[in-house]
């Protein structure tokens, strides 16, 4: 086995697209009766856990598609919250991973030429506005949330108090704008 997994070029990136195909045969092949009453049976707690699974790169496309299908059986404002609080939990793990377990080697990142030379060179503006939106973006997508919470955590002026609120409401937002679209089509 480990000579197998040595031999693929990019496995995480093959994981990522088996996950993309596990939550396409979800979808589409929901009305397995056994997998759609065990789906059901979680009720919102199954939204919760979704939500949190939401924020992870290898989970995203799985906890999406069983987002828009408990929805279905619930009230889509009560799902959005939910799925929001389980997102910002989960994002609020890799927060804190990336904050305190990286802490060293954000600092060393900032002393190297090339982000040294960036950060010379790149505008204020950008620096101030740019990155916390293309983070912002990047959360309250579908997309994984690994990379928009890092550019978050490694800001020195966002708290945990101002980071569980910005990842609460993108997520909540995100998750509805997805849950809905899911309805109207």
């Given at each position: ?26 979808f589409y092949e929901r009305d ?76 060393k990142l900032r002393n190297e ?29 579908p997309l994984p949330d690994e ?39």
């Amino acid at each position: 086995m480990n000579s197998l997994i040595k031999k693929i070029k990019y496995p995480k990136l093959l994981l990522v697209i088996i996950t993309f195909i596990v939550a396409y045969i979800l979808f589409y092949e929901r009305d397995i009766p056994i997998f759609h009453d065990i789906l059901l049976s979680l009720g919102y707690f199954g939204t919760l856990i979704a939500g949190i699974f939401f924020t992870y790169g290898f989970t995203a496309a799985p906890a999406t598609i069983f987002l828009i299908l408990l929805a279905e059986h619930e009230n889509i404002f009560v799902s959005a919250f939910i799925g929001g609080v389980g997102a910002m939990i989960g994002d609020y793990l890799i927060f804190k991973l990336i904050r305190h377990s990286f802490h060293d080697e954000i600092e060393k990142l900032r002393n190297e030429k090339i982000i040294k030379h960036i950060n010379e060179k790149s505008p204020s503006i950008v620096k101030k506005y740019f990155l916390p939106v293309l983070a912002g973006f990047i959360i309250a997508s579908p997309l994984p949330d690994e990379m928009g919470v890092a550019l978050l955590a490694t800001s020195k002026i966002i708290s945990s108090r101002v980071f569980f609120a910005i990842s609460f409401l993108l997520n909540t937002s995100g998750i509805f704008v997805i849950i809905w679209l899911s309805q109207i089509i």
